[in-house]
């Protein structure tokens, strides 16, 4: 993934994830909306909802710590913790949501992102920490994105 260095790259970046997501998403039928995923513990529709959650908070959490050149990379048994406590959530906050719901839930945090991507500075798009395990710059947070619905993406189950 090339690195972002600039605010037109990072909502190129961001609108491209957003189509994909959308395509994705609207393209499951009810039947594979409510399938288990190949991620254990996950339908497709958990997997939606997480992406979701990811586009917003998840995307500002980490570029907010990032442009404080704050690690993000918690101990193994700590992440395992981070990992339940995200399922559960998860389960509970998707219960009862549609393809129309979430794709609501992802508009509203990418518009609030979008918000964000124009308070970065220009000396800001290369400050880096550490996000689990690996190093990434306030650019690259951007792209993760894309990245993220591509993983869960192929871990969907179709007919």
């Known amino acids: 993934m090339?690195?972002?260095?600039?605010?037109?790259?990072?909502r190129a970046s961001f609108e491209s994830a957003r189509e994909e997501f959308r395509q994705l998403i609207?393209?499951?039928s009810s039947e594979e909306w409510n399938r288990k995923s190949d991620n254990r513990g996950w339908t497709n529709s958990q997997l939606c909802?997480?992406?979701?959650?990811?586009a917003g908070i998840g995307t500002r959490s980490t570029v907010n710590r990032l442009r404080k050149n704050q690690n993000m990379s918690p101990p193994a048994p700590l992440m395992a913790v981070l990992n339940l406590v995200s399922l559960w959530m998860v389960r509970i906050r998707a219960?009862?949501?549609t393809p129309e719901s979430v794709c609501a839930f992802f508009d509203e945090g990418y518009a609030k992102t979008l918000d964000m991507i124009d308070t970065v500075g220009d000396d800001e798009w290369g400050t880096s920490a550490e996000f689990l395990g690996q190093p990434m710059t306030v650019g690259?947070?951007?792209g993760l994105?894309?990245?993220?619905?591509a993983e869960h993406g192929a871990e969907m189950r179709r007919s």
């Open 49 to 54: 909802w997480h992406l979701a959650f990811g």
């Open 145 to 149: 994105l894309a990245q993220h619905i």
């Open 95 to 97: 219960r009862g949501a």
């Open 140 to 142: 690259g947070a951007f």
């Open 2 to 10: 090339p690195d972002i260095t600039n605010a037109e790259q990072a």
């Open 26 to 28: 609207l393209g499951l």
